[in-house]
């Protein structure tokens, strides 16, 4: 018999409603190997009850001759960026320990009416602010991927990060503990894990999935979206996710369309643009060759490819680093020690001295780092230098893409300017870790959907990922142009198992 | 950029984040040089260019003026850590 975990979204679903095997059966399978996989430290809370408990609904109604639910039968990871009622929900925080939501977040709850179950809540950069998992209060997530270069003496067998900040999600995934997960993206957190593993993963249009009970970083960039082992699965799970949401200011009120009915790997009449500037400094060879190969299958997918020029692309990077700490320092006001999480309460202390040494026990570096960005570029005296610059600067990269979709329907890219580097190779130079998001950010900025789909592998074996930007609302052409190049790239590695 | 301890200190006491000399010291090249970086957007001509504010076009919805939710104090205060008499509670803040 199919090893259960080896099926993604669509198998497992036609499988449970053709009675080829029980959701129950899923459910067990999975929660079995998530619980043999202590040591990739993905899961911050293990959830099999939530899994068991959608599966038996699933397995009930097939029984009782219902019409199964979309989504009826398939278990999922949860990014603990969610709140999740009932079940403890951290944003990989010390600050926000012990936090059990009296509430459900608007997406996890449209999965639990999909019919999907929870196998557990996923460890991720804490507050989605890290590009390599190592800011998680709870350990850092170790991918499952190992360079196969390993030599005899293993010393090439570093612990490689599974990206970040979803990289709970993406490490899951990849290492078959969960069909599907949840992401959620500011400036690539579901495209670059997705590309680091092996996996695809879509940032669909700004508003299209509510951000009500997701805790907020950067609330005009955050965007939750799926992540899955290919693009049809990311279809059928994003169209569960998004809907409009009247608790959400910013969510749009639109019909979610039928985007797993609508894929089609064939290219014929849309045109395919190469931004230029994405021709980084001292970007790898094999990531060039990867484009390369990427155009020659968007071109026998029947695209044509034309040249873009996306002038503003090298502002997008310290654009994003004032604009994302600025709304994480207000986002992140609200952790006070008062409501919920931690209280830090020193002997004799005030009011004020509570807030500041809860804060400073609570956060981790990463977060303290980009709260005081925040809050000196939004100071007195600095706010139009900084914040109302890069707002302008924001401005100008929108009207880039505006331009390329006068001469094109799609773009190609890199989604990552390398392969998954080793944990510690980057932590020391913050800015470093920030260049890692050189091709993903602009597209957050401009609030674009976009998708990381698997090309190939590198020379020590690791994924390497494409990445698809569309015009805003067009996840349709994104999905598609993602469908004709992952049935060229014939992407079928995965991490040996090790753990 | 170059960022002093004092300016660290100064940033720390906005946001609300009690921190070490050490730290400061520690934080003031770290600041300097993120600052530093984002500092090439001041190349960029912005003249006549308005700052973004929303990336979708979107509209402000208004909803009836009535209430939708409430009842809920014992869910609200389930999570804090220090709750008495049904009110959030904090130390004295009355000099």
């Known amino acids: 018999m199919t090893d259960l975990t080896d099926l993604g979204i669509a198998a497992i679903r036609d499988g449970v409603r053709e009675g080829a095997f029980s959701a129950r059966e899923v459910a067990e399978a999975f929660v079995a190997r998530v619980a043999a996989a202590?040591?990739?430290?993905?899961f911050l809370v293990e959830t099999p009850d939530h899994a068991f408990a959608a599966a038996d609904a699933a397995d009930k109604a097939r029984a009782a001759g219902e019409t199964l639910k979309p989504l009826a039968g398939v278990p999922i990871g949860m990014k603990d960026l969610f709140c999740t009622k009932g079940v403890a929900s951290t944003a990989a925080s010390h600050i926000l320990e012990g936090f059990v939501p009296p509430y459900e977040s608007r997406v996890s709850?449209?999965?639990?009416?999909?019919?999907a179950g929870m196998l557990g809540k996923l460890n991720m950069d804490q507050f989605a602010m890290g590009s390599s998992n190592e800011t998680s209060a709870f350990g850092n997530v170790?991918?499952?991927?190992?360079?196969?270069?390993?030599?005899?003496?293993?010393?090439?067998?570093a612990p490689l990060t599974p990206g970040g900040s979803s990289g709970g999600s993406s490490a899951a995934i990849a290492a078959r503990l969960c069909p599907a997960a949840t992401g959620t993206d500011t400036g690539g957190s579901i495209r670059q894990p997705a590309a680091f593993t092996g996996i695809a993963g879509i940032k669909p249009t700004y508003g299209r999935c509510s951000r009500w009970g997701v805790v907020a970083f950067a609330s005009s960039l955050d965007q939750a979206g799926p992540m899955a082992r290919d693009v049809r699965d990311c279809a059928i799970m994003l169209e569960a996710m998004a809907g409009?949401?009247?608790r959400d200011?910013?969510?749009l009120d639109l019909d979610v369309p039928k985007w797993e009915a609508g894929l089609s790997g064939d290219l014929k009449g849309k045109k395919i643009g190469i931004p230029k500037e994405y021709r980084v400094e001292n970007m790898p060879a094999e990531i060039e060759a990867l484009w390369q190969q990427g155009i020659a299958w968007a071109k026998d997918a029947g695209a044509e490819i034309v040249e873009v020029s996306l002038p503003h692309t090298r502002y997008a990077l310290p654009a994003y680093y004032i604009i994302a700490p600025a709304e994480a320092s207000s986002n992140l006001a609200r952790y006070d020690g008062v409501r919920y999480g931690l209280r830090d309460l020193p002997d004799g202390a005030n009011l004020q001295e509570m807030y500041a040494a809860t804060r400073a026990a609570g956060f981790g570096d990463e977060v303290k780092r980009r709260i005081m960005i925040g809050t000196y570029v939004l100071s007195a005296g600095y706010y139009d230098a900084y914040f109302t610059q890069a707002s302008k600067v924001r401005t100008l990269i929108a009207r880039d893409f505006e331009a390329a979709w006068e001469s094109c329907d799609v773009l190609l890219t890199p989604t990552a300017p390398s392969a998954a580097f080793a944990l510690g190779e980057k932590s020391a130079d913050p800015i470093a870790m920030y260049l890692n998001d050189v091709f993903t950010v602009p597209s957050s900025l401009a609030g674009l959907p976009a998708m990381s789909v698997p090309g190939g592998l590198d020379a020590a074996g690791l994924p390497l990922g494409l990445q698809i930007i569309g015009k805003p609302l067009d996840e349709q052409s994104v999905l598609n142009a993602g469908l004709a190049i992952e049935q060229r790239a014939g992407f079928t590695a995965r991490p040996e198992q090790w753990w | 950029m170059s960022v002093d301890t004092a300016t660290v200190k100064r940033i720390a006491s906005l946001a609300?984040?009690?921190?070490?000399?050490?730290?400061?010291?520690?934080?003031?090249?770290?600041?300097?040089n993120i600052l530093g970086w984002i500092e090439q957007l001041g190349e960029v001509d912005t003249g006549d260019v308005a700052p973004m504010t929303a990336v979708i076009p979107n509209h402000l919805r208004l909803r009836d003026d009535v209430v939708t939710d409430g009842g809920a104090r014992d869910a609200v205060l389930a999570n804090a850590p220090q709750a008495e008499h049904g009110f959030f509670a904090v130390p004295k803040v009355i000099e």
């Open chain 1, 38 to 42: 202590k040591s990739l430290n993905a």
């Open chain 1, 109 to 115: 709850q449209n999965l639990w009416d999909a019919g």
């Open chain 1, 142 to 157: 170790i991918s499952p991927w190992r360079r196969s270069d390993g030599g005899a003496s293993g010393k090439n067998w």
């Open chain 1, 244 to 246: 409009f949401d009247p």
């Open chain 1, 249 to 251: 200011a910013t969510s």
């Open chain 2, 16 to 32: 609300r984040i009690a921190i070490t000399d050490a730290e400061a010291e520690r934080l003031a090249p770290e600041l300097g």
